[in-house]
């Protein structure tokens, strides 16, 4: 194990003790039929709604389609454990309380949302607004939360990152544009994206770029390479790598080989 695995471990642990500690705090449990907190679940990086950059290739029928936002169980009329559920605007939060109260229901939104998935203080900063909380309430809990370490912004980007270059492919363009609208800082952005290099860029846009030519078989070079380049633009992948590695891949390919 590396020193930054064993890093990445030892912030997991302390994550893992300040939710206990947190949960204690607010007095709710998982199941918890007054605060509908949902079991912890460990790290799932599919939240976060990331979507490649660009407009889709009208005519390529191949199309990589856009992760969509995680959906929201207060949103959707749920509670965690899929319940259906009636509420207000607000998800059926009050807020006429005292401080104290206030700041028990703003702890049991942001545990709720902890317990989907990881989020950064602005994606929770954003979404105790929308539940119409004070911002100063806000601002005390969210200090809180990431005092005791479940708010890191600097670990949420670097699992971002990690997890979208692998499993979407994104180049360092289309991962620091998500990283934004996450609302991570930007020295913290470019902390996280230094991860990736640019021969990680190029070996990630040549497996893309393999993929895509075992669906178009028999098309026109032309147009497995306007479908090419449109792909790995939505990625995020600039010109300077993109050509050259479409370039290679349509030289390898079978059909393209001279007799």
């Given at each position: 194990?590396?020193?930054?695995?064993?890093?990445?471990?030892?912030?997991?642990?302390?994550?893992?003790?300040?939710?206990?500690?947190?949960?204690?705090?607010?007095?709710?449990?998982?199941?918890?039929?007054?605060?509908?907190?949902?079991?912890?679940?460990?790290?799932?990086?599919?939240?976060?709604?990331?979507?490649?950059?660009?407009?889709?290739?009208?005519?390529?029928?191949?199309?990589d389609e856009p992760d969509a936002?995680?959906?929201?169980?207060?949103?959707?009329?749920?509670?965690?454990?899929?319940?259906?559920?009636?509420?207000?605007?607000?998800?059926?939060?009050?807020?006429?309380?005292?401080?104290?109260?206030?700041?028990?229901?703003?702890?049991?939104?942001?545990?709720?949302?902890?317990?989907?998935?990881?989020?950064?203080?602005?994606?929770?900063?954003?979404?105790?607004?929308?539940?119409?909380?004070?911002?100063?309430?806000?601002?005390?809990?969210?200090?809180?939360?990431?005092?005791?370490?479940?708010?890191?912004?600097?670990?949420?980007?670097?699992?971002?990152?990690?997890?979208?270059?692998?499993?979407?492919?994104?180049?360092?363009?289309?991962?620091?544009?998500?990283?934004?609208?996450?609302?991570?800082?930007p020295e913290i952005a470019t902390?996280?994206?230094?991860?990736?290099?640019?021969?990680?860029?190029?070996?990630?846009?040549?497996?893309?770029?393999?993929?895509?030519?075992?669906?178009?078989?028999?098309?026109?070079?032309?147009?497995?390479?306007?479908?090419?380049?449109?792909?790995?633009?939505?990625?995020?992948?600039?010109?300077?790598?993109?050509?050259?590695?479409?370039?290679?891949?349509?030289?390898?390919?079978?059909?393209?080989?001279?007799?």
């Amino acid at each position: 194990m590396t020193a930054g695995d064993d890093d990445r471990a030892a912030r997991l642990a302390r994550a893992a003790a300040a939710m206990a500690e947190a949960e204690e705090v607010v007095g709710l449990r998982p199941g918890d039929p007054e605060g509908n907190v949902g079991a912890v679940a460990g790290p799932d990086l599919s939240g976060g709604g990331v979507v490649d950059t660009g407009e889709p290739d009208a005519d390529d029928p191949d199309t990589d389609e856009p992760d969509a936002d995680e959906p929201d169980a207060d949103e959707a009329g749920q509670d965690v454990d899929g319940r259906a559920e009636r509420r207000a605007p607000t998800g059926g939060l009050s807020w006429s309380g005292g401080a104290e109260d206030s700041e028990a229901v703003a702890r049991g939104v942001v545990l709720r949302q902890l317990s989907m998935a990881p989020r950064s203080r602005a994606q929770l900063e954003k979404k105790l607004r929308q539940k119409g909380c004070d911002d100063a309430v806000a601002a005390r809990v969210l200090e809180r939360f990431t005092a005791v370490g479940l708010i890191d912004d600097e670990a949420y980007a670097e699992m971002f990152v990690r997890s979208k270059q692998a499993d979407r492919g994104l180049a360092r363009t289309a991962l620091a544009h998500e990283l934004r609208k996450h609302g991570i800082d930007p020295e913290i952005a470019t902390g996280a994206l230094s991860q990736v290099g640019a021969g990680d860029e190029r070996a990630r846009a040549e497996q893309l770029a393999a993929k895509k030519m075992r669906t178009m078989h028999g098309l026109e070079r032309d147009v497995q390479a306007r479908r090419l380049a449109g792909m790995l633009a939505r990625k995020g992948y600039s010109g300077e790598i993109a050509w050259p590695v479409i370039r290679d891949a349509l030289d390898a390919a079978e059909e393209h080989q001279r007799d």
